[in-house]
Structure formats: C-alpha cells, structure tokens
C-alpha cells in the first residue's frame, strides 16, 4: 500500500534551515508529480511546493518562494523540502502528498517550529 514518511522537522531559530525527507513506497515514484503542504496553528492546511515527475518543473507557494527548494530523487524514492530563511510564520506541520487519479494520499507529517 501508498506510504508516505515525512522526518527531519524539529525546532530551529528565526534565520536557520532545515531539510525535510519524505520516504515514499508501495507506488512507482518516478511516475507521479509530488507535493509539500503545510498547517499552521489555527490555520488552513497551504499548498507549499510541487514537483513535476521528473523533477524538471517545480512550483511554490506565494509565502516560501525564493527560501524553501522542493527536490527529488527517484532513485531513493525520496522527495526533499530544502527550506532556508525561516521565519515564525513557518512554523507548521509538514505534510507529504501523493494524488492518483482522485484519491490523495498524506504522510503522517513532521512537525517544524521556529523561534524567534
């Protein structure tokens, strides 16, 4: 079955990085555009990045653009969130997602804390 596991959250001070890994299995992973989504405290869950199939196309939200890198490899069947720059407002829990066909699929999510 379609498993996703999300790690590398943790807590970090306003200014610092991190690196999020999503491990992905029972699927062919090279086969489908992947995606980071994010919910805050008291917030709605937010489209953060995608990634085309081949890694050659990647798209983000308005609020990380220029700080957070989505990437892949589909040798590890891994998807990776590079985020830099960060700031309290990007203090969330951190999601992997898989859409085939009409059925999502999420990972248990990794929990990211700033402080400032």
């Known amino acids: 079955q379609v498993q996703l596991v999300e790690s590398g959250g943790g807590s970090v001070q306003a200014g610092g990085s991190l690196r999020l890994s999503c491990a992905a299995s029972?699927?062919?992973?090279?086969?489908?555009?992947m995606y980071w989504f994010r919910q805050g405290p008291g917030k709605e869950r937010e489209f953060v990045a995608g990634?085309?199939?081949?890694?050659?196309?990647?798209n983000y939200g308005e609020s990380v653009k220029g700080r957070f890198t989505i990437s892949r490899d589909n040798g590890r069947n891994t998807l990776y969130l590079q985020m830099n720059s960060l700031n309290t407002e990007d203090t969330a829990v951190y999601f992997c997602?898989?859409?085939?066909?009409?059925?999502?699929?999420w990972g248990q999510g990794t929990q990211v804390t700033v402080s400032s």
């Open positions: 997602h898989l859409l085939i066909g009409t059925k999502d699929y």
């Open positions: 029972g699927f062919t992973f090279s086969t489908y555009a």
């Open positions: 990634i085309s199939r081949s890694g050659l196309s990647k």
